[in-house]
């Protein structure tokens, strides 16, 4: 008999049904609410290829780097988290983006069987990193403030948890931000069931509106809080980060080793001026926040029109994203080619679904068009919804 191509780890990794879409809807004529990416008019260009002629005045920039990553961009980066929470932000390692932070930290921690807990709908990144692991991944719902932890307690008496993952702002594809009350509350469960928290924070800094809250890592030492430069300097630098505990950065270097030996120095240069550069990294993220605001009112109010109360929305107040749950029982997985065919496109809630049925919702990203782009694309999409 022929063997099965593949191991028993990957075969048990979901694909990643966004960046399947993103070829089907990738034509001309569509507007595309589907993606996740940054607005492209908005990065920094200019300032980027400065930072990288004053990086490639030093030979470092070409070499080999030590595992943790390039030491000016470790100690920017200390400094702004320790400045986030209010305490030191423990040891810090770069990696290959934030996904790699989260894949290589489910390495680290995970064993087949595992239990994980993580918001349903589910980040799929997050969902495809703890698969490669063969861990039990377990959906806790949301509401408007994030994560259900009320829920939890009665799940850590009966399992033994190892993770819990939370995209704690602007919540990816959910929307909500954890309230301050339910950061209390998991920093308290982590410190009394010894699981630990992965803290997924990409778009902590684009907000809008509302007042910030602390990071849940402000609250216990049991939070590995994970970030990058993606969204608010460039995607393709490939520049993520996690700090917390010490032991647990040791185990990931390890295994950083084994995955890359080290990440660019050239990339983790540029971006350690850049993020060292406060006056200009404020107007650049000032600029992204007003043009990410104009956009998500646009989007929320023409959905909020076409649909009324048919279709219950997330209340945008930063990020990339809004959430949305059809009350009449519309299934958005079944209109999905329609609304292609009508020249808009969306991911259908069921490609973040956990345990929950999500064949009613669908995510909506409001960084890459105009207003009036936005508003076309509402048009159009009542036309399929």
């Known amino acids: 008999m022929p063997q099965e191509t593949g191991s028993q780890s990957v075969r048990a990794v979901r ?23 940054p607005a492209p ?14 990086a490639l005045t030093a030979p470092a920039a070409l070499q080999y780097g030590v595992t943790p990553g390039v030491v000016a961009l470790r100690e920017v980066v200390h400094a702004r988290e320790t400045a986030k929470l209010g305490r030191d932000a423990g040891a810090v390692l770069v990696t290959h983006g934030s996904q790699q932070a989260l894949s290589l930290l489910a390495q680290a921690l995970l064993d087949p069987g595992d239990v994980v807990l993580v ?75 010894g699981f630990w928290i992965i803290e997924d924070d990409p778009y902590g800094e684009l907000r809008f509106a509302g007042s910030t809250v602390p990071p849940v890592a ?10 990058s430069a993606s969204k608010i300097v460039a995607p393709s630098l490939r520049v993520g980060w996690m700090h917390g505990d010490p032991a647990v950065l040791a185990l990931v270097e390890r295994l950083k080793q084994g995955a890359d030996l080290c990440g660019s120095s050239l990339t983790q240069s540029i971006a350690a001026e850049l993020l060292a550069d406060q006056p200009w990294l404020d107007g650049h993220v000032g600029r992204i926040r007003a043009a990410y605001a104009e956009r998500a009112l646009a989007l929320h109010a023409a959905l909020r029109e ?22 009449d029982g519309t299934q958005t997985s079944a209109r999905l080619t329609e609304a292609v065919d009508a020249g808009v496109a969306y991911v259908p809630g069921a490609a973040f679904a956990v345990q929950r049925d999500l064949g009613h919702a669908l995510r909506v990203c409001f960084t890459t068009g105009s207003p009036e782009q936005l508003r076309e694309a509402v048009r159009r999409l009542a036309t399929v919804l």
């Open 119 to 193: 918001e349903d709908p589910g980040y799929i990144g997050a969902l495809q990193a703890f698969d490669t692991t063969r861990a039990r991944v377990v959906g806790v719902p949301m509401d408007h403030d994030g994560m259900r932890v009320d829920e939890l307690r009665s799940i850590l008496e009966r399992e033994r948890v190892r993770i819990v993952h939370t995209v704690s702002n602007f919540h990816n594809p959910g929307g909500a931000t954890l309230s301050e009350e339910r950061r209390r509350e998991l920093a308290c469960l982590a410190d009394e069931f």
């Open 218 to 227: 402000a609250f216990s030492d049991r939070v590995l809080r994970l970030s």
């Open 306 to 327: 076409t649909f009324g109360d048919r279709l219950r929305l997330t209340a945008p107040e930063g990020g990339m994203f809004l959430w949305g749950e059809f009350t």
């Open 15 to 37: 694909g990643s049904a966004i960046r399947d879409l993103l070829s089907v809807v990738d034509r001309p004529g569509v507007l595309s609410l589907a993606g996740g990416l």
């Open 41 to 54: 008019e908005l990065l920094p260009t200019e300032r980027v290829a400065r930072a990288a002629q004053a």
